[in-house]
T-cell receptor
């Protein structure tokens, strides 16, 4: 199957700093990528849909100025957590979808963010 | 709105036991249904899927049948292994956008 790679796998940062997470589709082009957040022992919550060459679509309750998403190419989307705070600590997962109807979405391995 | 409800875990079974993880959904139209598995510290992997009513998805001994009449997509496996220990997520996609709505996840622990 297609491969989606996230980097870094884990990161620790200080409160007030910004952190960038990369999501790459390694062997296919993804016009659409998705960013999810997973709290411990809970489900994945969709944060935003990232569209190549256009602005991301954020889900209700997600601060777009807090979680900046850039999808500059067909193989790369980035999520930047700005002015991070301890409550932003979480597991962030991206997915990328093959073009076409009813095609599968492939997930990255996730990024564990800890804000201290 | 669309939603997915899974049975609460954790589910603890002995090796070779029969597994059922219940999943029901609420959706408008005709969603596609998925089961994903998440091993510790890893991202999600698609386990199986079904795109229309009465379809049966199957993979690695796991099966699930899309039941429109009961709005269910229960996951089953006849004989679990220790290596099946993971968190299992039921999910639906109600459009062609690829946006997935997940259930809360069910942790499965299989003991030797």
């Amino acid at each position: 199957g297609a491969v989606v790679s996230q980097h870094p796998s884990w990161v620790i940062c200080k409160s007030g700093t910004s952190v960038k997470i990369e999501c790459r589709s390694l062997d296919f082009q993804a016009t659409t990528m998705f960013w999810y957040r997973q709290f411990p022992k809970q489900s994945l919550m969709l944060m935003a849909t990232s569209n190549e060459g256009s602005k991301a679509t954020y889900e209700q309750g997600v601060e777009k100025d807090k979680f900046l998403i850039n999808h500059a190419s067909l193989t790369l989307s980035t999520l930047t957590v700005t002015s991070a705070h301890p409550e932003d600590s979480s597991f962030y997962i991206c997915s990328a979808k093959l073009q076409g109807a009813n095609t599968e979405a492939f997930f990255g391995q996730g990024t564990r963010l800890t804000v201290v | 709105g669309n939603s997915v409800t899974q049975m609460e875990g954790p589910v603890t079974l002995s090796e070779e036991a029969f597994l059922t993880i219940n999943c029901t959904y609420t959706a408008t139209g005709y969603p596609s249904l998925f089961w994903y598995v998440q091993y510790p510290g890893e991202g999600l992997q698609l386990l199986l899927k079904a795109t229309k009513a009465d379809d049966k998805g199957s993979n690695k001994g796991f099966e699930a049948t899309y039941r429109k009449e009961t709005t269910s997509f229960h996951l089953e496996k006849g004989s679990v292994q220790v290596s099946d220990s993971a968190v299992y997520f039921c999910a639906l996609s109600s459009s062609n956008t690829g946006k997935l709505i997940f259930g809360q996840g069910t942790t499965l622990q299989v003991k030797p």
